[in-house]
């Protein structure tokens, strides 16, 4: 019991951490490509050496998805990971966006502007279906790379195995920098439920704006379906391979 908590609060905490960093520079900036992509991937980076250890630093339920279905965790602990960091990502978008509110600082754009999904020049506002189509294929390029990446049955040699898992975080963060640089561009890039609905709720508290909510169902769909391929992928492709 006690182990599970542990798991949780860190979950809650890079969660938080990839909320209240990533999604406040593309709050400052505009959603701006380069700096919004490298903060994710370094947010990833950052926590990975941090609470990867504790607890997988999944921070995103889309990854806790695809490791239940490749059957690295049971659904309790999946549901329990995705509460937890739905729970950290709304803490953060509040905190990051209640901070600026009482500092008046003045945000580019909007709450919108978190890369909730709903960029200016995306797909998302005119094509759900383009959007959804987006999200499945990022997400699963995420979750894939992941799930091989920290895959401790692999038939590799014992010191090959060692040397990726040392630079697993690297890989993992510079993946999703990857992901963000297509993606802003089209969706916003979520590809992570949690903070999709973080930064849908921070709109509607601190501007008043309901519509991304009613468009969220897309960044919880769509990246939960590309978990789900990503962990189908794994198996086809590297269950077999000794």
Not at 41 to 53: F, K, N, Q, W
Not at 116 to 125: E, P, Q, V
Request: aromatic share 8%; proline share 2%.
């Amino acid at each position: 019991m006690k182990n599970i908590i542990k798991k949780l609060v860190a979950e809650f905490i890079g969660t938080f951490v990839l909320v209240f960093f990533a999604c406040g520079v593309a709050a400052i900036t505009g959603g701006k490509l380069v700096e919004t992509s490298l903060t994710f991937g370094l947010v990833i980076i950052a926590m990975a050496y941090s609470i990867g250890r504790i607890s997988g630093c999944h921070i995103n339920p889309a990854v806790s998805f695809g490791c239940f279905l490749s059957k690295r965790m049971t659904l309790k602990e999946c549901l329990l990971y995705s509460a937890s960091q739905v729970l950290g990502g709304l803490v953060g978008g509040i905190a990051i966006f209640g901070i600026a509110k009482i500092a008046d600082v003045k945000f580019i754009g909007n709450a919108c502007n978190m890369v909730i999904g709903n960029s200016i020049n995306g797909l998302t506002a005119g094509n759900a279906i383009a959007s959804l189509l987006v999200e499945i294929i990022l997400t699963c390029v995420f979750v894939y790379v992941i799930l091989n990446v920290t895959d401790d049955k692999a038939t590799e040699g014992e010191e090959f195995k060692r040397g990726r898992a040392q630079i697993a975080g690297i890989i993992i963060g510079l993946t999703l920098t990857l992901v963000h640089l297509i993606g802003i561009q089209l969706t916003g890039t979520s590809v992570n439920p949690a903070r999709s609905i973080a930064t849908a709720v921070a709109a509607l508290i601190f501007d008043g704006t309901a519509s991304p909510l009613s468009q969220v169902w897309i960044f919880i769909v769509g990246p939960l379906a590309g978990g789900a391929l990503a962990a189908l992928l794994f198996k086809v492709l590297h269950r077999n391979e000794a």
